[in-house]
C-alpha cells in the first residue's frame, strides 16, 4: 500500500537540507517501527520518495513524502507512531492512502504556496500593497533566470496564481511543477527589481504553506493538497 | 517569529557550510534547559570538525554516562570548521555548547578529548574561540576546569601547560568522585588551586602544575616530581574491571548530516592480547576484558532500535580473537537480515568463517580481503611480534580467491626498528606472490572480475610511548622517503607488477606526529607558535604545513631530531615515565630486547608474559592459558 505523509518543518531544523531530511525519515521511519517495504538486493533501501525539495533556510507547513508499507495499523497509529519519534521542529500532519491511480509525490507537484516575513532588523518593501499591484497590473512580468550553462529570459505571469500583500506580508502560489517551477526567490528579485531596490534573501523568511497537486475534470483545473487525493484508512 | 535559540544568526548558518554542525537538537541529544537539578555543566570537546567528532564511541559513552545523572549536563562541542571560525573571530562570538547553545566559557567543565597528536592546535582553537586563557595558570575562578582524557594523555607533556587536569585511563569510573569533590569546592566559593590539588589525590588524576620538571644540560630529564608532599609520584590508569556491566550509550545520538561512523557502533571488548611492539593501544588497553555476548545482543537490538541506523558496525583491536564472535555474528546476521540493516564487518582474519560471514554481508565482487602484515619480511615480522606468517596469508588469500574475491589490501609500515633493504623489498616481493597465488588457485575462465588487484599502503612508524619500540629511534624524513622510493621501484621489478598498486603516507606528517607524540613540556611554546601562524585541522592533509613546525621549533631553540630520531638509552627518563599505564617498564625493556633478538612473543591467551596487567585481577589475566590448558 502506497502512503503519503505531509508534515511540516519549523525552527532550527530549517537548516537541514533536503538530502539530510531524507535520511532522517529513513531512520525515523525505522525507530517508528513502521513496516515499510524495501527494495531488494545487497543494501536494500527503503521505498520512499519526496515531493518538492525544501530549501535550506525556508520553514514549511506542506511537506509531503510517500512510502510504500507491507502492513499497518491504520493512519491514526502511524501518525502518533512517526510523531513520536520526530525531532522539535519536525511534525506529522497528516497520514493518508494512496489510490492506485494518483501518480507519486514528484510528479504530482503542481503548485506551493509561499508566505514572505521580514526578518527583525529588515526594513519590508517600501509601498508593499501598491507596488504588488502595479507589479500584477503588467501583461508581462519578464525575468532573467540562471541557469547553469546560460540565461533564460522568462516571463513569471502565467505562473503567479495568486499575490497578495498584507500586513509586511507577502503570499503568493505559484507553479511548482517540475516544467515551470518559480523559485520564490526568483519572484521577489522580479519585484525588488520592479521597486529599483535590490533584494538581500537574508532579509526574509520564507514558509512553504502547502504544496499542491492539480486535479483536471475536463477544462476545469482545480489546485489541492496534495494528500486530498488520498484517503485516512 | 523567531521562536528557536541558536548561538548564531540566521545570516552566519546561511553563509557557512553545512550549518546542521552547528544547531545541536539531534535525535537523541539531551536539553536539560530550565532543569534546576543541574548543578554541573560540562563540555564535551572534541577538537576536530563535527563529522569526525560525532563518531567517536568514547564521547558518546561519556556524555551518556554524564547525562544520566541529574545533577549534570554534559553538551557536545566540535572545532568550528576554518569558515565559521572567520566568522566568530571577526564577530567575536563565543563558543557554544550544541545542545543549550550557551557560551562554554560560562560551564564548570571543559573536556577535550585527545585521539590523536595532530588535533592539538585545534585545542588551542576551541579554547580561545571559547574566551579562555590558553595556559592553565592564567584562568581565574569563574572559568571553566580544562580536563583532558583519551590516548594522547599517556603522554601529556606537550600539551600539558593548557590543561589544568587530565584523566589517565578510562573514563567510566571516576567522573563522579571527581564532580563531586568540585561540587562541594563550588558551594563555598571556588578556589582553582584548592580544588586541583584535592583532584591530584583522586585516582587517575594528573594537575600537571603541580609536577615540576629538571632537565639536563643534553635537554632531557633530570628528575619529574610532585611540588606538594602529598601528591602522587606516580599516577596509575583508571580501568574499567566489569565491561559487562557499565556505562554504555542505548541511546546514542543520531546527526542530521553524514558523519564518518553514520552507524550503530558495539565495542565488544577492551584491549588486545596481541602484543605487536609497534602498537600504542595494545598496551595502554590491557589487560583484554571482553564483553559478555547475550549483553551485546541485547545492546545491538535496543540500539537500533532507538537510533534508526541501517547499519551496525563492530568494534576492539582485533575482533576476531572475541571469543564468541561466530555466535554474536551469525545472530546480527539473522536479525539484521529481517530489518534490512547492513553488517559493517572489522577487518577479520581470513579463514573458512569470515570468509563465509563476509560473503553474507558483502557483495563480493565490490568488497576487498585486508591483511595488515605491517612488515615485509618473517624476520621483521618477528622483530615486531606481528604472528602473522607468509603462509597464512598465502592460504588465506588462495581461500579467498577460489570463494570469488580478486581484491586485496595489504597494510605495511616503513621505518621499523632494524630494517634492512631486503624487508622493505619485502613488501613488494609479499604482494606479487599474492598475485601469483591468484594466477595459480583461479582458472583462466574464471577470473571475471577483470583478475587480481593488489593495493599495497604502507605508513611510517612512529615510536610511541608505553611501547617496547618507545626507545627507538625513528627514521629521518629522507630515510622515510627513499625507502617509499625503493618499493616503489621493487614493485615495478615484480613479474605481476601490473596488478599491484602501492602507496605511501606523507612523511612530513609523520615526523611532526613523531615529535609529539614523545614530545616534552618544552613543546608547549612550540605548539603555541605553529598555532598563532594559523595552523588548524592539521590531521586533514591539505591543511597540514610542515615549515610552520620547523620555523616554530627554530624559534624556540628546538630540535626535531631530539625528539624523533636521537638514540635513547634505557637508563633515560621519559616524560610520561611517571604514568603507569598498567605494563611495567621492565616488561617493555624485556620486549625491547626480545625484538632486537628477533624473537616472538606469545599472546595472552596462550602464555602470560607478566606485563604486569594482571594486577588488576580480570579479563584475559585470570582465564587459563591455552598452553597450561595443553599440558
Ligand atoms: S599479565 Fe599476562 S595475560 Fe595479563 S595482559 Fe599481561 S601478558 Fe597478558
Keep these: 500500500m502506497r502512503v503519503r505523509i505531509k508534515f511540516s518543518k519549523h525552527g532550527v531544523v530549517k537548516f537541514i537540507g533536503h538530502l539530510d531530511i531524507m535520511r532522517y525519515f529513513q531512520k525515523a521511519i525505522r525507530r517508528s517501527g513502521i513496516d515499510i517495504a524495501y527494495s531488494s538486493g545487497f543494501s536494500p533501501h527503503q521505498i520512499m520518495s519526496f515531493a518538492a525539495p525544501l530549501g535550506v533556510g525556508y520553514c514549511s507547513n506542506g511537506e509531503y513524502m510517500d512510502i510504500e508499507v507491507n502492513s499497518h495499523q491504520g493512519s491514526d497509529q502511524m501518525l502518533t507512531a512517526l510523531n513520536e519519534v520526530m525531532v522539535e521542529g519536525i511534525e506529522v500532519l497528516s497520514v493518508v492512502a494512496l489510490p492506485d491511480h494518483a501518480g507519486n509525490a514528484m510528479a504530482s507537484v503542481a503548485a506551493a504556496g509561499y508566505t514572505i516575513e521580514w526578518k527583525e532588523g529588515y526594513e519590508p518593501l517600501a509601498d508593499l500593497e501598491k507596488t504588488v499591484e502595479a507589479f500584477l497590473n503588467r501583461d508581462t512580468i519578464p525575468v532573467v533566470k540562471q541557469t547553469k550553462k546560460s540565461e533564460l529570459s522568462l516571463d513569471l505571469k502565467p505562473g503567479i496564481y495568486e499575490l497578495t500583500a498584507k500586513e509586511n506580508c507577502l503570499y503568493f502560489l505559484v ?3 517540475s516544467s515551470g517551477n518559480i523559485k520564490p526567490t526568483l519572484l521577489l528579485e522580479a519585484l525588488y527589481r520592479f521597486a529599483g531596490q535590490e533584494f538581500d534573501p537574508l532579509a526574509v523568511q520564507i514558509t512553504r504553506e ?3 497537486t492539480a486535479l483536471i475534470d475536463g477544462e476545469r483545473r482545480t489546485l489541492v493538497p496534495l494528500d486530498a ?4 484508512f | 517569529m523567531k521562536e528557536y535559540k541558536l548561538a548564531l544568526s540566521d545570516e552566519v548558518l546561511m553563509q557557512v557550510e553545512k550549518p546542521a554542525r552547528y544547531i ?11 532543569d534546576e537539578r543541574v548543578a554541573i555543566r560540562f563540555a564535551m570537546c572534541f577538537p576536530d570538525v563535527y563529522e569526525i567528532g560525532m563518531s567517536h564511541l568514547g564521547i558518546q559513552i561519556l556524555y551518556d554516562m554524564l547525562n544520566g545523572w541529574e545533577d549534570v549536563w554534559c553538551e557536545r562541542v566540535y572545532s568550528p570548521w576554518l569558515d565559521l571560525d572567520r566568522i566568530m573571530r571577526k564577530e567575536h562570538i563565543p563558543l557554544f555548547g550544541l545542545e543549550s547553545q550557551d557560551p562554554i566559557k560560562d560551564f564548570d567543565f571543559l573536556g577535550i578529548t585527545l585521539q590523536y597528536e595532530m588535533c592539538y592546535t585545534n585545542i588551542l582553537q576551541l579554547l580561545e574561540l571559547a574566551g579562555l586563557p590558553l595556559y592553565a595558570t592564567e584562568r581565574t575562578a569563574e572559568q571553566p576546569i580544562v580536563i583532558g582524557g583519551g590516548p594522547c594523555s599517556y603522554n601529556p607533556e606537550p600539551i600539558a601547560d593548557f590543561f589544568d587536569l587530565f584523566y589517565i585511563g578510562e573514563g567510566e569510573t571516576r567522573y563522579r568522585e571527581l564532580l563531586d569533590l568540585y561540587k562541594a569546592h563550588k558551594e563555598k566559593g571556588l578556589d582553582r588551586d584548592a580544588f586541583l590539588r584535592e583532584a591530584a589525590s583522586i585516582p587517575g588524576m594528573y594537575v600537571p602544575k603541580f609536577y615540576r620538571t629538571e632537565y639536563k644540560d643534553d635537554g632531557t630529564i ?5 611540588v606538594y608532599e602529598e601528591l602522587p609520584k606516580t599516577i596509575s590508569k ?8 557499565t556505562y554504555y550509550p542505548m ?9 564518518t561512523q553514520d552507524r550503530v557502533v558495539l565495542e565488544i571488548q577492551r584491549g588486545c592480547i596481541r602484543g605487536c611492539r609497534f602498537c600504542q593501544a595494545g598496551q595502554l588497553y590491557r589487560p583484554v576484558r571482553e564483553r559478555d555476548v547475550e549483553v551485546m545482543k541485547r545492546y545491538a537490538m535496543e540500539m537500533l532500535k532507538n537510533t534508526g541506523h541501517e547499519e551496525i558496525s563492530l568494534s576492539s583491536l582485533s575482533s576476531s580473537d572475541y571469543t564468541d564472535l561466530k555466535e554474536l555474528v551469525y545472530f546480527l546476521i539473522e536479525e539484521c537480515k529481517k530489518r534490512s540493516i547492513n553488517i559493517s564487518l572489522p577487518s577479520l582474519r581470513i579463514d573458512a568463517f569470515s570468509l563465509d560471514v563476509m560473503s553474507k554481508v558483502q557483495d563480493i565482487k565490490k568488497s576487498s580481503l585486508t591483511f595488515a602484515p605491517e612488515a615485509g619480511s618473517q624476520r621483521l615480522r618477528d622483530v615486531i611480534n606481528k604472528g602473522l606468517s607468509e603462509e597464512t596469508i598465502l592460504k588465506g588469500s588462495a581461500l579467498a580467491f577460489q ?8 597494510y605495511f609500515m616503513l621505518g621499523l626498528p632494524t630494517e634492512t633493504e631486503e624487508d622493505i623489498r619485502g613488501i613488494a616481493d609479499l604482494s606479487n606472490k599474492i598475485a601469483a597465488t591468484y594466477f595459480e588457485v583461479v582458472p583462466k575462465e574464471e577470473r571475471k572480475n577483470g583478475s587480481v588487484q593488489i593495493v599495497a599502503s604502507s605508513s611510517f612508524f612512529i615510536p610511541k610511548p608505553f611501547t617496547p619500540f618507545q626507545w627507538s629511534p625513528m627514521n629521518t624524513r629522507e630515510e622515510f622517503i627513499d625507502k617509499a622510493q625503493t618499493v616503489k621501484k621493487a614493485v615495478r621489478e615484480q613479474i605481476n607488477q601490473k596488478r599491484i598498486k602501492y602507496n605511501w603516507h606523507e612523511a612530513d606528517v609523520s615526523m611532526i606526529e613523531g615529535l609529539l607524540a614523545r614530545g616534552d613540556r618544552k613543546l608547549s611554546k612550540v605548539i603555541e607558535k605553529v598555532y598563532r601562524k594559523g595552523a588548524l585541522f592539521e590531521s586533514w592533509s591539505e591543511h597540514f604545513h610542515y615549515d610552520l613546525w620547523l620555523e616554530a621549533l627554530k624559534e624556540c631553540g628546538l630540535s626535531l631530531d631530539f625528539y624523533t630520531t636521537r638514540e635513547r638509552s634505557l637508563e633515560e627518563i621519559f616524560p610520561w615515565d611517571f604514568l603507569d599505564c598498567g605494563v611495567t617498564k621492565a616488561f617493555l625493556i624485556r620486549e625491547w630486547k626480545q625484538a632486537l633478538e628477533e624473537k616472538e612473543s606469545p599472546n595472552c591467551k596462550q602464555k602470560c608474559l607478566g606485563c604486569g596487567a594482571a594486577r588488576y585481577g580480570v579479563g584475559v589475566c585470570v582465564e587459563e592459558k591455552a598452553a597450561k590448558a595443553a599440558e
Excluded at chain 1, 229 to 232: A, F, H, I, Y
Excluded at chain 2, 222 to 226: G, K, L, N, Y
Excluded at chain 2, 238 to 245: H, L, Q, R
Design chain 1, 229 to 232: 487525493v488520498g484517503e485516512k
Design chain 1, 210 to 212: 502547502e504544496t499542491y
Design chain 2, 403 to 410: 570463494g570469488g574475491w580478486s581484491r586485496v589490501k595489504l
Design chain 2, 251 to 259: 541511546k546514542p545520538v543520531v546527526p542530521f548530516i553524514k558523519v
Design chain 2, 238 to 245: 583508571e580501568m574499567v574491571k566489569d565491561v559487562s556491566n
Design chain 2, 24 to 34: 545541536g537538537n539531534e535525535v537523541n541529544s539531551v536539553n536539560k534547559a530550565g
Design chain 1, 175 to 177: 507553479d511548482a511543477s
Design chain 2, 222 to 226: 633530570a628528575s619529574f616530581s610532585p
